[in-house]
């Protein structure tokens, strides 16, 4: 068995699973998330548990095993509590204001960058730091690292977008000596 597809789900009180052969819905106080259901793995729930099992031990059906109960667990966490980056920007004259639903970025370049947010995705923006939440993990994992790619953090004065809990090496620079 896979360590991961053979540990049961916790149910919270409030969320509702549905699955059928084709998807996997999972309702909550924060909203529906839907996943497509993978060939030779089963959803069954009991009482307030989920158990996922497959049809046999192939190396292909022991990868979708553990891979589906990861992605059933983030769904319950995600409409449950939901899912936040945090972002910082750092640098002279490096600024983000948020503009309605889009983020206004003032990265150092000689036009102002706008970042258009996806719908299901929120923003909040602090100073010069973003906090960009939802109930999706991929998405929002995938929206932090977008953002974060208009300007990447350098090495030399550690100016650029970068996680909050990224730790950014720093280089000496030309003169070899340390500041």
Do not use: C
């Not at 945090?86 to 960058?113: M, P, T």
């Amino acid at each position: 068995m896979s360590r991961v597809g053979k540990l049961p789900i916790e149910l919270p009180s409030g969320v509702t699973i549905t699955a059928t052969d084709s998807d996997i819905t999972v309702s909550g106080s924060k909203g529906t998330l839907k996943q497509s259901a993978l060939e030779g793995i089963t959803v069954k729930q009991e009482e307030n548990q989920i158990i996922v099992t497959r049809i046999n031990d192939e190396p292909e059906f022991r990868a979708k095993h553990g891979l589906i109960r990861a992605l059933i667990n983030n769904m319950v966490l995600g409409v449950t509590q939901g899912f936040s980056k945090k972002l910082e920007i750092n640098g002279v004259g490096y600024r983000v204001a948020q503009q309605g639903q889009d983020l206004k970025l003032n990265l150092g370049f000689s036009h102002d960058v706008i970042y258009k947010v996806p719908a299901g995705i929120t923003t909040v923006v602090e100073q010069n730091t973003i906090t960009v939440s939802g109930i999706d993990k991929q998405q929002v994992g995938q929206v932090a690292a977008e953002i974060r790619s208009l300007k990447k953090p350098e090495p030399y004065k550690g100016k650029g977008i970068k996680y909050s809990d990224e730790r950014i090496l720093r280089k000496s620079g030309k003169s070899g000596k340390e500041k």
